[in-house]
């Protein structure tokens, strides 16, 4: 098939950036001096205060013997996925997987001709449709997301992955991952970071491309999730996807699905929103050398600059936090080089 | 202190014994048809059928260019604890910690005196206390396990498992770990395995000690919860544990909290108890070379003999289905050279 020629071509080039930027690295270890002469692992990073904020901290907890060294076991970075490591304007790629899968599932529900949000979403009118708020919102995502099995589901978004394209550059959504943060997790894993995943999206919508995209395995990602079943159909054992809403990963369910998912508390975390606040207060909240870093989407021309008003993404309280205490913000603007594998938008 | 030394050097020696597994084998990569002349990766097994079909199933799928040839990323091995990894005759120990804490705990809640299970639990009577069935235990276990933050928690167990003693043996129990149990597990990850313990006990009971009592970290182990709740106390970040209960993972519980935390199917799945049939089912329940072994316990002398009728670990169901099926069923008494680390019971 060819969209899944061309997601696979994407994501390998995507991994391919990721590699060269680890290739360069392995001199790092025995000495760490001299980083710079073995290359830059941060090619698409301005020389700024951002990326030097990210390379110290790297280099105090990974120095043998130094007071703030951390143990290879305990170097987890958690990475929130929408507006960090993706782009999440002019919407959440899940909510356009929904809309999909609304149109697809339309003539299995004649009901939904009559009924709110369906009605609104397939007469085209989205706005209509999340006029009613969360609780609409949650009703579409819950009924695109359940009544299939585990496998089945994960091939619909396998199929959608490959396929659909964003409704303003027209790329894969597969194309429009940050080079930047690509560089930046492919540096931490080089020096022996647990990079993971920690979003609002839906944990099974994201797991079946994210190692592709971005080198983090299934067993790395946490995210939202609903109610599964063990049933066996006929003689053959599936999880039968429920209908009900089981965690929402997002703002203080963050440092909670950290907590469940990974055991121990991350040393570096990264996000762009005020979802992500609690998960960067958590990695800040004790001891010991600690990293937070927040996107901040500056560049209107390359990406999308919005913040304090945003309904998506919105970043108003988490920046004032992260002025406050110091945490490294970065101006995608002025910090990045580059934004897309491809360039800007 | 004393207890926690002990502790560590149990610790210590169950790695090194699964270490002393590990040296023997890089050699295995090169060339797995010499596997014996690099040395016996499971030396507690006896040479019967149990140790063959584990090791022809490892040397299948680790083959490069066999057909049942499963890439590094995919291998998935999940482990049930109790009566598998460690005893759990002749009482869960993590009821055990639970009734030392109603020991603990009680000064600060008088109406225990009167309140069942707890007014029973007080008076030396465990088997009055367990009468009320489940809801007993899991008031129990819910009183136990909540009402302070995750760090405190934490600590808890860890003081616990240093110090509390196996009511049988008198040994740690740390030290109650099955010896052909952690070869198998560092022969597993030698060849590229990930291990994750899956088990119906308390993640967070057991996230703080399996590292060194297994090798497995705590973002591979898998359990029942309870919930958290994210809080700031004072300015400081915390994880309030609530006297409520999150998820069961035990029997069709297990490929569900397998599908929550991994999102990957496990290629081998071990157990020991009708808790473990849904996983064993779940990891057989696609094509390709899978394997499931249930360790039978046959052992009276050296350490318990149970199986249909047993209250704690019953085996019943699952081992019809395991004989029908063909699944590996590990006889103890003849399987295993030495039970745990310093010997028998």
Redesign the interface.
């Given at each position: 098939m060819k969209s899944s020629d061309t997601f696979l071509s994407v994501s390998r080039r995507a991994m391919l950036s990721a590699f060269a930027a680890v290739a360069a690295l392995p001199a790092l270890f025995p000495a760490p001096a001299s980083a710079d002469l073995a290359g830059d692992p941060l090619p698409s990073w301005n020389d700024t205060a951002s990326k030097k904020a990210i390379t110290m901290f790297v280099e105090r907890v990974t120095k043998q013997g130094s007071p703030d060294f951390v143990p290879e076991?305990e170097r987890?970075a958690t990475f929130d996925n929408d507006g960090t490591l993706w782009a999440e304007q002019p919407m959440y790629s899940q909510l356009l997987f929904a809309l999909d899968r609304v149109k697809v599932l339309a003539p299995l529900h004649p009901e939904w001709a009559t009924t709110e949000p369906f009605a609104s979403l397939l007469k085209g009118d989205v706005k209509g449709a999340l006029a009613g708020g969360e609780p609409a919102l949650m009703k579409i995502v819950v009924e695109t997301h359940s009544g299939m099995d585990?496998v089945e589901f994960n091939q619909i978004v396998l199929d959608w992955i490959g396929s659909a394209r964003h409704p303003i550059t027209n790329r894969l959504y597969t194309e429009m991952v940050y080079q930047p943060m690509l560089e930046l997790t492919a540096y931490l894993r080089a020096n022996a970071f647990?990079t993971f995943i920690v979003s609002g999206g839906g944990?099974?919508f994201m797991?079946p491309w994210t190692?592709k995209a971005y080198g983090i395995?299934?067993?790395?990602?946490v995210g939202s999730?609903g109610k599964?079943?063990?049933e066996?159909r006929d003689t053959?054992?599936?999880?039968m996807r429920l209908p009900e809403i089981?965690f929402i990963n997002d703002g203080?369910?963050k440092?909670?699905g950290i907590?469940?998912?990974?055991?121990?508390r991350p040393i570096a975390a990264f996000g762009n929103s005020d979802g992500d606040l609690?998960m960067l207060?958590?990695a800040k909240?004790v001891g010991g050398v600690r990293f937070a870093l927040l996107v901040h989407h500056t560049d209107a021309e390359r990406e999308w600059a919005y913040d304090r008003n945003s309904s998506v993404g919105r970043l108003d309280k988490a920046l004032d936090v992260a002025r406050a205490e110091g945490w490294t913000v970065v101006d995608m603007k002025n910090d990045w080089k580059q934004i897309f594998p491809f360039g800007s938008k």
């Open positions: 076991a987890i585990s647990k944990i099974d797991r190692d395995p299934p067993e790395q990602v999730s599964t079943r063990f066996l053959k054992p599936i999880l089981d203080p369910g440092p909670v907590n469940a998912h990974i055991g121990r609690q207060e958590w909240g």
